[in-house]
């Protein structure tokens, strides 16, 4: 294939860690000369970066790849691969059901993605790499030079002059040590293990130079953060006081907080340093103690709100989101009232509800029975939602008249359709809708307002006229608008997918 033009359709599942995973995974292959499509039909070279949180996710994997038996069939050139965290967790039955596959990846080891797919080009079977020596039967040694390899991917990061990175994520930890009872997450990722504060600070650095303005550090318990420099330990706090230096920078964010390990040092460095925006994603999963404790999450429900409660006195307007999981083996009515109840204590901007799926090889799977019914999981996913929209609904009312700064990410999706219908059908479309952009304020609230193509990659300050549960709606007041760079392209951020997380 050497000199001829090549491309590679790669579809992210699953948390924001995957999707910051496949643009790295993307800039080593355009290094390899691919170039990134749409059609999946046509492409080179097939990636899907895989989830296993969830058995949805993985069954919806399934079925993209039984599309490709035939396009298999009738093309020698086509390489399909599974990277992530299911490739990681399940490589043979992914090879028994989908024998079309021809490289499997773990997420420690996507540095290797080009050495893989070119054993699949010289004629190997199948190209395999996966994280044994991170799981926690291998040596110290071993582990260490495994965390070399895993990091080369981080450190080789060079977006592309195209790239847009307005709002970037940069992984800070990685790996789980919690083994909650449902997860599979430390399964697939290995033991938690902490970026040198130095290389996050330098990465925040080059993606402020290329123009980013917003940063998102991630972790899967991103505030137990501590990394040894210097015989010193820098904990999370610390971090984000260096970050708050780096010029160009003008937000930074986190996720996802484990509630266990939160430290008052984290909620007064939200509150002192200018740039760390007043937003906490704080996953809760029940509001009630023994389903906490079937669980193995580490905190009580009165911990959790004595935490939420800490939070807003110490900084001023923040906003919280969180997640929960309904039907976890043996929820009764009682247990799951008690998450609607906390939904109404804590008053938060949004929530995650997921319908709790066995997963293999955790506690949960082993030693307990997946004993509620799907029909009454679904139930409980709906009340949880609907306590959660009314009380969402009235909090964003409250807006209305208000003025907020956003960061405009791009244009809306509404905008989006609207411009492709004008494009493909030579459609007039209002202005209106195809001039929609999108924005969101520190504390995370999504914003909508007419704007034009220059306020993209700025800040706009927006005065809400009207609201629903999840978006508030305005005109805007005064605008900066973005640099030439940060208007590129439109923002990942205006069309992030619906994300799946653990935490
Ligand atoms: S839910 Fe979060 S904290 Fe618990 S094991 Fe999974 S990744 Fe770790």
């Known amino acids: 294939m050497k000199g001829e033009s090549k491309s590679v359709y790669l579809e992210t599942m699953g948390c924001q860690m995957n999707v910051l995973d496949s643009e790295l995974v993307m800039g080593q292959l355009r290094a390899m000369g691919y170039a990134p499509t749409d059609d999946m039909t046509s492409a080179n070279l097939v990636l899907f970066n895989t989830c296993s949180v969830r058995d949805h996710a993985e069954q919806k994997v399934l079925s993209r790849l039984g599309n490709l038996r035939k396009p298999k069939e009738e093309r020698d050139d086509l390489v399909v691969g599974v990277i992530g965290c299911m490739a990681e967790r399940d490589p043979d039955g992914i090879f028994s ?7 499997v990846c773990g997420p420690s080891e996507l ?3 080009p050495a893989l797919i070119e054993e699949v080009q010289d004629g190997r079977d199948r190209a395999v790499a996966l994280s044994q020596s991170l799981s926690r039967k291998s040596t110290p040694v071993a582990r260490a030079l495994e965390y070399d390899s895993v990091e080369a991917l981080d450190l080789a990061r060079d977006p592309a002059p195209d ?13 789980c040590d919690k083994f909650c009872t449902f997860c599979v997450v430390p399964f697939t990722r290995g033991a938690e293990r902490s970026r040198p504060a130095s290389q996050i600070v330098d990465e925040a650095k080059m993606l402020a130079d290329r123009g980013a303005k917003e940063i998102t550090l991630l972790g899967q318990t991103v505030n137990s953060y501590i990394h040894q420099e210097n015989g010193r330990a820098v904990p999370f706090a610390d971090l984000l006081g260096r970050l708050n230096e780096v010029s160009g920078i003008e937000r930074i964010r986190f996720v996802t907080s484990y509630p266990g390990d939160f430290t008052t040092d984290i909620l007064e460095a939200m509150r002192d340093l200018p740039k760390v925006c007043e937003y906490l994603h704080l996953p809760v999963q029940s509001g009630s103690d023994p389903v906490l404790q079937r669980m193995r999450r580490q905190y009580s429900v009165s911990q959790y709100i004595e935490l939420v ?14 997640d929960f999981i309904v039907g976890f083996c043996g929820e009764t009515e009682e247990e799951h009232k ?26 949960a799977d082993k030693r307990m029975a997946d004993d509620i019914p799907d029909n009454v999981k679904r139930r409980r996913n709906q009340e949880l939602l609907v306590a959660q929209e009314a009380l969402a609904t009235l909090a964003n009312q409250q807006r209305i ?18 411009q492709e219908a004008e494009q493909t059908r030579g459609e007039e479309v209002s202005w209106r809708r195809s001039d929609q952009l999108v924005g969101r304020t520190r504390s ?9 193509a220059e ?37 990942r951020g205006a069309s992030l997918p619906v994300l799946d997380s653990a935490s």
């Not at 059901?97 to 490289?103: C, E, Q």
């Not at 409660?309 to 969180?322: C, F, M, Q, T, Y």
């Open 455 to 491: 306020h993209i990659g700025g800040f706009a300050t927006v005065r809400i006229d009207a609201a629903t549960a999840l978006t508030l709606h305005g005109e805007i007041i005064v605008a900066i608008p973005g640099t030439p760079q940060s208007r590129r392209a439109p923002s």
């Open 97 to 103: 059901k989908m024998p079309h596959v021809d490289l």
């Open 338 to 363: 008690a998450s609607v109840a906390l939904i109404g204590r804590c008053e938060f901007k949004s929530i995650f509800v997921f319908k709790y799926s066995e997963r293999p090889a955790t506690v």
């Open 401 to 418: 008249g208000q003025q907020v700064e956003v960061l405009v990410e791009g244009y809306s999706k509404a905008a989006l359709k609207a």
């Open 163 to 175: 790239e847009n990175v307005l709002q970037s994520y940069i992984r800070v930890q990685r790996g």
């Open 111 to 113: 540095n290797k993605i």
């Open 309 to 322: 409660d800490k939070a807003r006195e110490l900084v001023p307007g923040v906003e919280l989101a969180s």
């Open 444 to 452: 995370d609230q999504i914003v909508v307002f007419n704007g034009k």
